[in-house]
């Protein structure tokens, strides 16, 4: 409860997202690759050793692989729709996702992880389709949102913020299922016998060449247990009025 929220200007100091730089079409190209990024994330989680590490929460209170990339995947639907309603209506005022509501409602844990990881990336590619063709007028236009607390956005702001949502918990996805997951390659041996190192070369030469490429993917810290604190941005799975995040 004592976490920080994500900022939703400026530098985020978690995840690196900055709200001052790149223009639209860098930000959209980033925000489908990261989607993808979640998506191959989520599926090569599901398709190891332990289905079931996609559910597993680090922390009683912080979501799982496939919460988070639940929430990933409406985000992506959400946004795509609130840019329509933009497009579409004079004064737009954009209902809350109800962000905490969907975990239980929509069972995010028991939901296939392979068609969740499909759907991420396919409500990206829709999000990214939408968002590219904004014009700067369309892009400055203002709608009521609801986080941190309701006030005009602009639908540049949207995307951004959308883009943020994306980054951060890609971190927190790729975090998580590098602490839980199991190594897909066994470990090196500490030290070899004495005595065995004449009649092992040919044995363990596969395995020796296998070990380099131990798991990947993942250049990151340790997923910060803080990072998915926020309302708008975030994992938490209880308490606060989430009723208006994102
Ligand atoms: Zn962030």
Known sequence: MN?????VDGLCDECGFDYDTGDLQGTVTTLVRQSAECSMALTKAAAGPDADVVR?????????????????????????????????????????MDRTGRVKQAKYED???????AALMRFAREFGAAARVLT??????????????????????IIRHTAHEIQHHRQDIINILAELE????????????EEAEAGTTDDSAGLAGASGAADDGVGFVPPSRVSDEAE???????????????
Not at 70 to 89: N, S, Y
């Open 182 to 193: 199991p190594p897909i390659i066994p470990a090196p041996k500490p030290a070899q016998p």
């Open 136 to 157: 700067p007028p369309q892009l400055g236009k203002l709608g009521l949102y609801n986080y941190p607390v309701r006030a005009p956005r602009s639908l540049g702001w």
């Open 56 to 96: 597993i929460r680090p922390e009683p209170e912080v979501w799982s692989a496939i919460e988070y990339a639940c929430h990933v995947r409406d985000v992506l639907e959400v946004q795509r729709f609130r840019i329509a309603q933009c497009l579409a209506e004079d004064r737009p005022v954009y209902a809350p």
């Open 3 to 7: 976490k920080r929220r994500p900022p």
């Open 111 to 117: 939901q296939d992880p392979m068609e969740v990881a």
């Open 232 to 246: 708008g941005l975030a994992g938490r799975s209880t308490g606060g009025s989430s009723a208006a995040a994102v």
